[in-house]
């Protein structure tokens, strides 16, 4: 892993069109601003791995009835949209 | 086109009802073409997501609205121009469900949607930073919540 320093206002490039810099930096806190092309996607680390987990927890591996799925709407199944 | 899946066996369909996720789903980037299947005697609010690559490989989805009514995010441009939307009333959404050895407590993913352009069939599952929707909202209780 490569480690850099940089002070407040100074920035780095990642390739040739990801620019990040260092925004502010307070308690322990570092602010950020990321420069990017619009189809890079960007994401506090453990919000996208919580994600990969959870759809991994999705996959299903047992049998499943949808029937008895939608039995646990009955209340509201009348209300459906879309 | 047929393929082999292990709820399903056999099922046979149509190459122009693939949806292809670009960046595949996280946690699975390898595979990029899935089918929904709906069982027509049912409700209508789930569905099955089944790899088309990969027999093992299937989901539960559902209609968020169905127990959310003002679910609302934006969809990032970025996806918006990769899956080439361009009326808001092409795109369908759906959330991926986790259901337990309990059904009563299954979950679904309100913080990680399934953006559809239903025109072209192009998906992409876009991760919101937003803290009013949580990765384990459960379904049934909000059922009896919105009642």
Known sequence: ?82 | MKIDTRHFGEIEFQEKNIICFCRGLLGFEEFKRYILIDNQDTGGVFKWLQAVDRPDLAFIVMNPYCIMPDYEFDIPDGVVEKLGIEKPEDVAVFTIVVVPEDISKMTTNLKAPVVVNSVNNKAEQVVLEDDRYSLKHPVAQSMKDAG
């Not at chain 1, 570092?30 to 996208?48: C, F, N």
């Not at chain 1, 791995?49 to 039995?71: C, G, P, T």
């Open chain 1, 1 to 82: 892993m490569l480690i850099l320093t940089r002070k407040i206002d100074e920035s780095i490039v990642i390739g040739d069109d990801i620019v990040i810099k260092v925004v502010s930096v307070e308690d322990g806190k570092v602010k950020l601003g990321i420069s990017a092309p619009k189809d890079t996607s960007i994401h506090r680390l453990e919000v996208y791995q919580s994600i990969r987990e959870e759809n991994r927890e999705a996959v299903v591996s047992k049998e499943i009835s949808i029937k008895d799925l939608d039995s646990m709407l009955q209340p509201k199944k009348m209300n459906e949209k879309g």
